[in-house]
């Protein structure tokens, strides 16, 4: 295994604070119990109302994030939040360019690369969405569409600050309840496409090291398979994640899978 395996839930806008307390308490004590140690890692990224709550009561166990942030540090920018905000609360990364912000939120490449940009200013760690559309897919520029999502979105990130990104290919077409799953085999091809081009813009030893999760329709019973069979440092899962239980299990099943946990 190249990487540990990162293991990630964002809950859209989705739980109160007391659902996110309750939530976080969960999730810490089957973490605890499953005795990860390092070779997994573990994120849940609440709405903003609910990080400081989450924060507090994940022990460390695992991080916690926001789902989106704005590239300016502070101004007039109505309804947004800034990185010095998030900072406060002690985030550990930060949700860039996830494909709802940039279907329902016209996000375009470059904002999201400004915000890559401010966030890694800030000391976090960028968790960097791509993905194609369906029309892309069937236009048969799926490759260039994500291509073009990373080119613009690791614009300008220095080689130093590459450590820190963390990659989440999410087909637009598999996200959600009407979502496809995706073949594992079609992942994985799209996964060396993204290598060959964070080789092209970064030395191949260092682009080897940026961690690619999949997402998109995850759920319990195909996470291991799209884990395993995909070669994908992690999985990133939205619905099938909304209860702490159920994704403590789907992660014990990846783990119980890869004769990871007896
Ligand atoms: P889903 O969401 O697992 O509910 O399809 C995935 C995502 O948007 O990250």
Redesign the pocket.
């Known amino acids: 295994m190249k990487h540990r395996w990162l293991f990630g839930t ?1 809950w ?1 806008m989705n739980k109160n604070a007391q659902e996110a307390a309750e939530y976080a308490s969960i999730l810490r004590e089957k973490l605890l119990c499953m005795n990860l140690a390092d070779a997994v890692q573990v994120f849940v990224l609440p709405p903003y109302t609910s990080i400081g709550i989450v924060k507090q009561l994940s022990g460390g166990r695992f991080w916690v994030g926001a789902q989106n942030m704005h590239w300016e540090e502070c101004g007039p920018y109505t309804g947004e939040i800034s990185s010095a905000m998030l900072a406060e609360l002690g985030i550990d990364l930060v949700q860039l360019g ?3 912000r940039r279907e329902m939120f016209h996000e375009t490449d470059s904002t999201i690369n400004k915000k890559v940009l401010t966030s890694l200013r800030a000391g976090f760690r960028p968790l960097v969405c791509i993905g194609e559309t369906m029309a892309d897919r069937e236009f048969k520029v799926a490759r260039d569409t994500c291509a073009r999502q990373l080119r613009i979105a690791l614009k300008d990130v220095s080689v130093h600050e590459l450590e820190r990104i963390i990659l989440a290919y ?1 087909p637009a077409w ?3 309840v009407q ?1 496809l799953t995706a073949d594992p085999s079609y992942i994985q091809d799209m996964r060396f496409h993204f290598q060959t081009v964070l080789e092209d813009m970064f030395a191949a030893d260092l682009s080897g090291r940026i961690p690619i999760l999949y ?4 759920n319990a019973e195909d996470a291991a398979e799209l884990l395993l069979s995909s070669g994908m440092d992690g999985l ?5 994640a909304l209860d702490a239980t159920a994704f403590a299990d789907l992660i014990q099943s990846c783990l119980l899978a890869a004769g990871m946990q007896s």
């Open positions: 964002n859209k996830h494909a709802e999410e598999a996200i959600g979502g997402g998109g329709s995850v990133f899962v939205g619905r099938a």
